[in-house]
Every structure is written in C-alpha cells, then in structure tokens.
C-alpha cells in the first residue's frame, strides 16, 4: 500500500528579493547639500554669505578711491567676511545630526558613518567652492559699474589668487567641520573653533617663548600670504601646511574616530 501526501493548501513559493543597493556617494552628498538649504539655520546663513559678499564691494564702490576700484580690490576683501562665516556652516552641517536628533535616522539609512561624513564634508566643500564663484561675480559686477561710473573699473587679475582663494574657503570650512566632529555640539564648537586659536594667537604675542611656533600654528599669520597678491613661498606654504595639520587634520580624526565610536540613542 502506497501512502501519498497531497500538497499544502495555499502554499507560496519562497520569494527572491532583489538586494538593495547602497546609494552612492554622489547622491549623499547631493542629499547633505539639500539639507544645507532646507534648513532654517543653514539657508539663512548661506543668505548672509551672499550679502556680505555684495555688501563688501558696494561700500568699496562707495568709498573708495576711483584708482582703487578695480576687479583685484573687489574680489580679495571679499574673501576675508565669508572666510569668517563658512566654518560655521561647516559646524552646523556636522553637528545638526546630533543637534536635531536625526542620527538615528541617518545612520540606520546608511550604518556607514563614514560615508556619511564623507558626503557632509563633500557638501561643505561644494559650498565653500560656491563661495568663490560668488566672490568673482559680484567682483566682476563691481568693475562694471565702477567703469561706468568714473571709477578704474581695470580687470587685471593675477589668477593664482584664484587657487589661493579655494585654499582659503575650503580650509575655513573644513576646520569649522573639523571642530564639529570633535565636540559634536553645535554652541560648543562655534566657541571652540572661534576661541582656541584666537586664544593660541594672543599667547603667541604675549609669551616670549610662544612667539617662535606661533609664527608656524597661528592660522591668522600663516593664511594671511595667501589675501597677497605675492606669489606664496615654499617656506610660507610650509608654514600653512603645519598649521592645517594642527587646526583641521587632527581634529578631524579625533572627531571621525569619535563619531564612528559614539552610541546613538
């Protein structure tokens, strides 16, 4: 006698799910420069970026000499406000996971923080480089209406200030992300970043003995070859490259080290 099994009632076969693929770095650096804008804290401040940008070259148009309205005076002094602003959006970038209480999120989307803080400083950098473009336009800008209105309006450029000024954006916001991956709290960092080498650069005047390595560690020395129309020197380049070293490359492995360790709660 033979004994069979009739088959189950409804049975479903298994199915196969498609594995779902990471997405790519570009899209996550696209998606950290939407939250810049989308943001009230960052698109505000990347509004007051802008004016203060325009609010340069208009005060320039209004008081300066004819002789002095020129492409070159236009577009340096430019650099030196958003220089002074771009770290803090580079802060709040890092920081407004933390501060928002969206790193849950973020981080079950994509568990490799890494990648994340990868695609956040891509997104700073994209704005620091922004930040340039802006200055050459309202440069450019500036010497039109200089040249219509008696002033030199002349466009001789030395274009190495070109490089010279995406050295200083992109390093200005990468220290202000630096220091918000260090202390990963948006209040403390803007303090820190404005406080300590502010600090460094008053003891290196005052203290005798600091004055040697603060001429290599004050950031306020060794960037300021760069506003110069001047061609940098090797000495003056190595003197920027230490300085970095300090101010941006270690606390941006302290801080990754940091946020790759740190629990999310």
């Known amino acids: 006698m033979t004994t069979t099994t009739a088959p189950a009632v409804g049975a479903v076969a298994p199915r196969h799910h498609t594995p779902v693929r990471r997405p790519s770095l570009l899209r996550l650096s696209a998606v950290e420069v939407r939250k810049l804008v989308d943001t009230r804290a960052?698109?505000?401040?990347?509004i007051t970026i802008g004016l203060a940008t325009a609010l340069i070259v208009t005060l320039q148009l209004i008081y300066s000499n004819d002789a002095e309205q020129t492409f070159l005076n236009f577009f340096v002094p430019s650099l030196l406000p958003v220089s002074v602003l771009l770290p803090v959006l580079g802060i709040l970038s890092i920081t407004s996971e933390w501060s928002q209480?969206?790193?849950?999120?973020?981080?079950?989307?994509?568990?490799r923080r890494e990648r994340v803080v990868v695609a956040k400083?891509?997104?700073v950098m994209l704005t620091a480089l922004?930040?340039?473009l802006a200055s050459l336009v309202f440069a450019a800008v500036g010497t039109l209406v200089a040249s219509a209105t008696g002033g030199a309006g002349t466009w001789a450029?030395?274009?190495?200030l070109l490089l010279n000024a995406v050295v200083i954006q992109v390093t200005s916001v990468l220290m202000g992300a630096a220091f918000g991956l260090l202390l990963l709290n948006p209040p403390l960092a803007i303090v820190g970043y404005f406080l300590l080498p502010t600090l460094w650069g008053v003891l290196g005047e005052m203290v005798k003995p600091l004055r040697g390595p603060s001429e290599w560690l004050d950031t306020s020395k060794t960037m300021e070859p760069l506003?110069?129309?001047d061609a940098v020197t090797g000495g003056q380049w190595g003197r920027i490259v230490v300085s970095l070293l300090v101010?941006?490359?270690l606390p941006l492995a302290a801080g990754l080290f940091r946020t790759l360790r740190r629990e999310v709660s």
């Open 42 to 46: 960052g698109r505000w401040l990347l």
């Open 101 to 111: 209480r969206t790193a849950l999120t973020t981080y079950a989307l994509v568990p």
């Open 121 to 123: 400083l891509i997104a």
């Open 130 to 132: 922004a930040s340039v």
């Open 157 to 160: 450029f030395d274009w190495s």
């Open 227 to 229: 506003f110069s129309s």
């Open 247 to 249: 101010w941006m490359i």
